[in-house]
């Protein structure tokens, strides 16, 4: 059973920066992609940031140029260093795997528990 661990929520000042780690733990399958979710109080849960197998990047409209996306999936790492935080990045952040079964071709999904991050004004 493949399984997520992610790391490196907490409570930030705005302006002051964070580093999430998204790893992962008995996998055999290979990876198509990781991303970077979020989920505030009382909304849905949006994109943040995502890094295919390919090394291509893509962001959320909110956090172009301030959060940055890296890792290598063939590793089973991805991270996102979140910059120059903003009160309205306050949420729960949840890493997403998309894997590739090998053996017979299927993609699937895995979510991590999720972290929290809460910044201050």
């Known amino acids: 059973q493949v399984q997520l661990v992610e790391s490196g929520g907490g409570l930030v000042q705005a302006g002051g920066s964070l580093r999430l780690s998204c790893t992962t733990e008995?996998?055999?399958?290979?990876?198509?992609?990781m991303r970077w979710y979020r989920q505030a109080p009382g909304k849905g849960r949006e994109l943040v940031a995502g890094l295919d197998s390919t090394g291509l990047t893509d962001y959320g409209d909110d956090v172009k140029g301030r959060f940055a996306i890296s890792g290598d999936t063939a590793k089973y790492r991805a991270y996102l260093q979140m910059n120059s935080l903003k009160p309205e990045d306050t949420a729960d952040y949840y890493c997403?795997?998309?894997?590739?079964?090998?053996?017979?071709?299927?993609?699937?999904?895995?979510w991590g528990q999720g972290t929290q991050v809460t910044v201050s004004s």
């Open positions: 997403h795997v998309d894997f590739h079964n090998n053996y017979d071709g299927t993609i699937f999904g895995v």
């Open positions: 008995g996998s055999i399958y290979s990876v198509n992609a």
